[in-house]
């Protein structure tokens, strides 16, 4: 029996590897579309195209994938996708930003109220919970290429409000309005970028009880897992035992 659950568990976990997958390629493809219908279809003069398609390209999506979606964007039967944001609450009292790309709004809030409703949250009205979030534009770089005070230096100079590396990664945050400006010169000193968002950063973390992790994160891979979903952001702090125990069960 207990082999034939281990199975039926690496099966779960593949089924729900591929959907994440799928999910991750759909919204690519969707804010390349988006990027290049809103400005220009060339990469080099439109930044937010440019890092779509280099989000795609770290995500080995076929170069003939990515360029059919460009195209496509130019098409007068292109989708029509509407950048919405839903915000709410989910176990533990988190609060959850869900931002969208849809063609059909009526499909997407029932799929995000339903997630929301299944794991004991509830969706909210717009700003009931983004005011316990700070807009801000956020740029990341591989660790690999420049140290951390060389990447602290880069970043005062490009105007910059902070810096956070790690072993894998250097991420700066700056004003919304300036992430373009604060990107290209710090480019101009360390190489490209591996991202390049807008966003929003938690002014405080909510602790979430070992009871209602389990919950919250379910709540938050479905979110994530929806085609229609673009970014999920939470202000949840969960410990290291408990995240080991989950992904250990």
Known sequence: ?????????????????????????????????????TGLPDPAANPRLRMAVQAARQA????????????????????????????????GGVAIIVEALTDNRNRTAADVRSAFTKHGGALGESNSVSFQFERIGKIRFDAALADADTVMEAAIEAGAQDVE???????????????????QAMEAKLGSASEAILTW?????????????????????????????QRVIANHEVSDETLARLSAA
């Open 165 to 183: 590396s790690d072993e894998e990664n250097h991420e700066i945050w700056c004003a919304p309005d300036e992430l373009n400006a604060v990107l």
């Open 60 to 91: 080995n999506v076929p170069k003939d994938n990515i360029e059919r979606a460009i195209k496509r964007s130019q098409g007068s039967d292109a989708e029509n996708y509407e950048e919405v944001r839903y915000e709410g609450y989910g176990p």
């Open 1 to 37: 029996m207990a082999g034939h659950s281990h199975a039926k568990n690496v099966m779960h976990r593949k089924g729900r590897a591929n959907a994440a997958k799928s999910a991750l390629f759909t919204r690519l493809m969707k804010e390349i579309q988006v990027a290049a219908k």
């Open 201 to 229: 950063r938690p002014q405080n973390s909510v602790p979430v009880d070992d009871d209602k992790a389990d919950t919250l994160l379910s709540l938050l891979e479905v979110l994530d897992e929806n085609d229609d979903v």
